[in-house]
C-alpha cells in the first residue's frame, strides 16, 4: 500500500508545480490538460487549457494535483505537506521561496526539536511545514 498527496487547486497547479519543480528539485512526471482529455474538456467552458491530473516527484514523494473550479475551491485548511531539509540553509532558503507572496503561520526560527522550524501557506494556496531537525535519540 502506498499513501500519496492530492493538492486541488484553483486554476493554477500548472504555476504550483513548475514552481516546485524549479524551486524544490522535483521533476513534473504527468500533466494532462482538460482539452486532452476524452471529450476535449467541454465539461467546464473555458478550462481546457487547465489541468486535469498532474504528478511530480518531490525527493522520494508523489504528489498529485489537479485545477477545480471555485467553488468548491479554497486554499488548503488543517493539513500541511512536511519538508524535512538536511541543513539549515537549505530550510531558509525554501522557507524564502514558499513564504514570498504567501501567508506566514509561525516564522522560520529555532526551537527545541528543530534547527529551524516554520508553517505557512505559500502564494498557491498550498500549506507547508518546513524543518531541519535536531538529532534525536530515535534518529541518532
Known amino acids: 500500500m502506498k499513501l500519496h498527496t492530492y493538492l486541488n487547486y484553483g486554476g493554477n ?67 500541511y505537506l512536511s519538508l524535512m531539509l538536511d541543513t539549515i540553509e537549505e530550510a531558509e532558503r525554501v522557507y524564502a521561496l514558499l513564504s514570498a507572496g504567501g501567508e506566514i503561520f509561525m516564522k522560520m526560527e529555532e526551537n527545541f526539536f528543530a534547527h529551524r522550524f516554520a508553517m505557512l501557506r505559500d502564494k498557491f494556496g498550498t500549506s507547508w511545514m518546513v524543518l531541519c531537525e535536531k538529532a534525536t535519540k530515535q534518529s541518532a
Open 13 to 79: 497547479c500548472r504555476e504550483a508545480f513548475e514552481f516546485y519543480e524549479k524551486n524544490l528539485g522535483g521533476k513534473i512526471v504527468m500533466m494532462q490538460t482538460h482539452s486532452e482529455a476524452p471529450g476535449g474538456g467541454r465539461n467546464i467552458p473555458n478550462w481546457g487549457d487547465k489541468v486535469l491530473h498532474a504528478r511530480i516527484e518531490l525527493g522520494d514523494t508523489l504528489l498529485f494535483g489537479a485545477d477545480i473550479p471555485s467553488p468548491p475551491f479554497e486554499p488548503m485548511r488543517s493539513a
